[in-house]
């Protein structure tokens, strides 16, 4: 079977999460945003860890069309169906289907510990300080945060992008983590 995915928002990663991955020690995975999959089947297929969370409501957000995310979650579970009958690695994947402030915070109160989190939810400036904040706590020590859309150029206001967002977040966290990666993603590492 094929994948089934209408946009590529993900291509340029691999590149980069290659070499994070090769320095990281990865058991469990906190994907914030997932779409169609794209960047949840690399996961199945490139990294050997034992959990992947995905939350996502499939809603979209403002530069999301609603023909865009119809469908979104059937293509999503599809894709990570096919993912997992092919890789070599065995990842159970769970999905919280709801607003990620919320997911997160039952992620939290269930004690849980994520080696890699990726940041790919409302682009939303507050969004993404919000989903940042609350899920730090879970990252663990020497884990690896990536925000997605650090360089986008949508024609938003600032407070409508990511990087605002982000760039407030290593300022408040610098003596926490350490920048490894600045692109059109930015990457942290959590040193303390």
Known sequence: MEYKFTKDWFSWSPPVWEQVFKQLKT???????????????????NVDCEKIICIDTFEGGEEHTKEIMDGAYERWKSNVDIALDKSAFSPVVHMIQENSYYGIITLR??????????VDGSHVAKDVLTDACISWPM????????????????????THKP???????????QEDLEVIHRGYQLIVQKVN
Do not use: H
Request: aromatic residues 18%.
């Open 163 to 173: 990087k605002m967002a982000i760039d407030a977040f290593i300022d408040i966290f």
């Open 109 to 118: 109160c269930e004690d849980n510990e994520f080696d890699f989190i990726y």
């Open 27 to 45: 058991k469990n995975i906190l994907e914030i945003g997932c779409f169609e999959g794209r960047a949840t089947t690399w996961l199945i297929e």
């Open 139 to 158: 990252l663990s020590m020497g884990g690896v945060m990536c925000f997605d859309d650090y360089g986008w150029g949508a024609p938003f206001k600032p």
